[in-house]
């Protein structure tokens, strides 16, 4: 992601100092990063002359005393707290008050990060979407330390780098992390209840949905390590909501090992895309597979706004950007109708008793 981030900011006149503490992840840095950068040139997207003045902005370094002088650092090490914790002390050592110094981080608490930095007022989320080149969304997360001015700051930076970026009060999972939940987790709670196959459910995602990827395909391409930790973890930094409750198969395929494409067994075997688990009756037919998982799609999206997670524009534009819907939640729930979305919701609640379907106030009301 590091690497990523910077060929953003050196494309974008930028100074950029990679910093990282292994000799070999910095050599595949300038690696991929050259590469990247001849392939544009190969492609004409970019002169040789713009190619080379892009590459020429770049340092690669493990001497973090050179990063001492950087008006932004953007950290974006392992996703452990403690190692960002130790980081950040270091960090605090050597750097001028006025450096702003950023996160990258999808899942930690920005304001729990914040707390371990000298000037927790300079410090901010900004998240971006791999790859980081190609990916417009950024999030940017402000602390509940952070000053003010800086979210503004962050927002022309990021305008100046061609990125989109959203506001999003630091809770777990911030914009996308959260709101995207219910594609993987009630798409799975339905394959858990043998209402249908994980074929049935991405095939009514696709064809009456429009999605690209059915939630199965696209939890097999993430990989169930990343997407269950993801899961799991929005889930108990949500203090066990159910609304992001884990599913008990996907863990199984941790545990088995069956991550997904990249081990080449998942809810799939590839490359012939057989399904690994047996289906049983299928109970919902497309358009109510589509409708369930839509309306907790929906639902989620207009709750992110009750909550003040971030404003409708925001997460209309996180959802189309940094996961590639076909329309922002929010306008395609008004077109399907906010009241069939309300019964939908009204009627998985009347038949679970679950808090987990309880409707967003605002529901009825956006
Ligand atoms: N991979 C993604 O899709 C993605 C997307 C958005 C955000 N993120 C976030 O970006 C961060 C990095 O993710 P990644 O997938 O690029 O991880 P990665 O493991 O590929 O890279 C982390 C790099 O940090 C280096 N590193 C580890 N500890 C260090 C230290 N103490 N000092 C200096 N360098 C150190 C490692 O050598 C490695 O090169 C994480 O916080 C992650 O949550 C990742």
Redesign the pocket.
């Given at each position: 992601?590091?690497t990523g981030i910077g060929q953003v900011a050196a494309t974008h006149q930028c100074t950029v100092i990679f910093?990282?503490?292994?000799a070999?992840?910095l050599e595949?840095?300038r690696h991929i990063l050259t590469s990247s950068i001849e392939r544009m040139v190969e492609k004409v997207k970019l002169t040789g002359e713009a190619g080379r003045d892009i590459i020429g902005r770049c340092r690669w370094t493990s001497d973090?005393k050179e990063i001492a002088g950087a008006d932004l650092i953007i950290?974006?090490?392992?996703?452990k707290f403690e190692?960002?914790e130790?980081?950040f002390k270091a960090i605090s050592e050597i750097i001028p008050d006025q450096t702003i110094v950023a996160?990258?981080?999808?899942?930690?608490s920005i304001t729990a990060l914040a707390a371990t930095i000298s000037h927790p007022e300079r410090f901010i989320g900004l998240?971006?979407?791999?790859p980081a080149p190609i990916m417009r969304l950024v999030e940017i997360v402000p602390a509940l330390q952070t000053e003010k001015t800086l979210v503004e700051k962050m927002q022309h930076l990021m305008a100046s780098w061609a990125k989109t970026a959203v506001v999003a009060r630091n809770t777990p999972g911030f914009i996308v992390n959260r709101v995207a939940r219910p594609f993987y987790g009630e798409a799975l709670r339905i394959f858990d209840e043998g209402l249908a196959g994980c074929r049935a459910i991405d095939t009514a995602m696709k064809e009456v949905g429009g999605f690209r990827m059915g939630p199965f395909e696209l939890m097999d391409f993430i990989g169930h390590d990343?997407n269950y930790r993801v899961t799991e973890s929005v889930y108990n930094a949500m203090f066990q909501d159910p609304r992001y409750k884990p599913s008990l198969t996907q863990k199984s395929l941790l545990d088995a090992g069956w991550l997904g494409r990249k081990t080449g067994r998942g809810f799939y075997a590839y490359p012939d895309m057989e399904e690994t688990m047996t289906s049983y009756s299928s109970g919902l037919n497309p358009t109510e597979i589509f409708g369930r998982i839509f309306a907790m799609l929906v639902n989620e999206a207009v709750d992110a706004v009750y909550m003040n997670i971030c404003s409708e524009e925001d997460v209309e534009n996180a959802m189309q950007l940094g996961t590639n819907y076909p329309q922002g939640l929010i306008s395609w729930g008004r077109t399907f109708g906010m009241d069939r979305i309300m019964d939908i919701m009204s009627g998985l609640y009347e038949r679970y008793r679950e808090d987990r379907y309880r409707p967003s106030p605002l529901l009825t009301n956006i």
């Open positions: 992601m590091g910093c990282d503490a292994s070999e992840s595949h840095s973090m950290e974006a090490i392992v996703e190692a960002k130790a980081l996160t990258n981080t999808s899942s930690l998240h971006f979407f791999n990343v």
